[in-house]
C-alpha cells in the first residue's frame, strides 16, 4: 500500500523558516516525479514544487520561487521542502503527492502556520 | 501558465441527480488533466487522470470528458458520500494549475 506521511509542520513566526519531509513507502520511491502541493484556509489547492525522480528537473511556483526548495534523498525514499522567508501567505496544509498518472497519492498532510 | 476556471464554483443537488462540472483552460491541449475530490479535513482524492481514464477504485459514476480548452467532470447518479469539492488540475505543462473549486452541496 503507497503511503506518503508528511511531518515538520508547526507555527513559524514571519521571516522564519520551516523544513517539511514526507516519507513514502510503498512503492519504488526513486523512480517516481514528486511534488508538493498546498492549501491555504478557504482558498483553493495550490502547487507548490516538483522534483522529477532523479532530481535532474525542479519547478516552483513564482509564489514560492526564491524562498523555497525542494530536495529528495531516494536512499531514504523522503522527500523534503525547505521554506525561508515565510510570510502569512504561507499558511496553508502542504501535502506531498505522486503524479496523477502515477496513481495521484498524496499524504494526509501537515499544517504550517505562519504568524507572530 | 495554464489557468483553470472552474464552473459552477457551488451547486446543490439531489441524491440521485447527474451533476457536470466544467473546467475550462487559456489555452488548449489534449490530455494531462485530472481531477480530485475533497471532503473536509481529508486529503484529495484522485478520481480522473489522461482526462478520461477512472483512477481504479473510483466508482463508475464518475466520468471525465472533453479535451482542448473545454474539460469536465460528470457525476450520473449523485450519492450521499459525494457531497463534497471537487478540482480539476492540469498537468500538460509547468507551472502545475489547478481550478478554483466547485463545492458540491445537499439540495
Known amino acids: 500500500e503507497v503511503q506518503l506521511v508528511e511531518s515538520g509542520g508547526g507555527l513559524v513566526k514571519p521571516g522564519g523558516s520551516q523544513r517539511l519531509s514526507c516519507a513514502a513507502s510503498?512503492?519504488?520511491?526513486?523512480?517516481?516525479?514528486m511534488n508538493w502541493v498546498r492549501r491555504a484556509p478557504g482558498k483553493a489547492l495550490e502547487w507548490v514544487s516538483s522534483i522529477t525522480s532523479s532530481s535532474n528537473y525542479i519547478y516552483y511556483a513564482d509564489s514560492v520561487k526564491g524562498r523555497f526548495t525542494v530536495s529528495r534523498d531516494n536512499a531514504k525514499n523522503s522527500l523534503y521542502l525547505q521554506m525561508n522567508s515565510l510570510t502569512v501567505d504561507d499558511t496553508a496544509v502542504y501535502y506531498c503527492?505522486?503524479?496523477?498518472?502515477?496513481?495521484?497519492?498524496w499524504g494526509q498532510g501537515t499544517l504550517v502556520t505562519v504568524s507572530s | 501558465a495554464i489557468q483553470l476556471t472552474q464552473s459552477p464554483s457551488s451547486l446543490s443537488a439531489s441524491v440521485g441527480d447527474r451533476v457536470t462540472i466544467t473546467c475550462r483552460a487559456s489555452r488548449g491541449f489534449s490530455s494531462g488533466l485530472a481531477w480530485y475530490q475533497q471532503k473536509p479535513e481529508k486529503a484529495p482524492k484522485l478520481l480522473i487522470y489522461?482526462?478520461?481514464s477512472l483512477e481504479s477504485g473510483v466508482p463508475s459514476r464518475f466520468s471525465g470528458g472533453g479535451s482542448g480548452t473545454v474539460f469536465t467532470l460528470t457525476i450520473s447518479s449523485l450519492q450521499p458520500e459525494d457531497f463534497a469539492t471537487y478540482y480539476c488540475q492540469q498537468y500538460h505543462d509547468y507551472p502545475l494549475t489547478f481550478g478554483g473549486g466547485t463545492k458540491v452541496e445537499i439540495k
Open positions: 503527492t505522486t503524479d496523477p498518472g502515477d496513481g495521484g497519492h
Open positions: 510503498g512503492f519504488t520511491f526513486s523512480t517516481y516525479n
Open positions: 489522461d482526462a478520461v
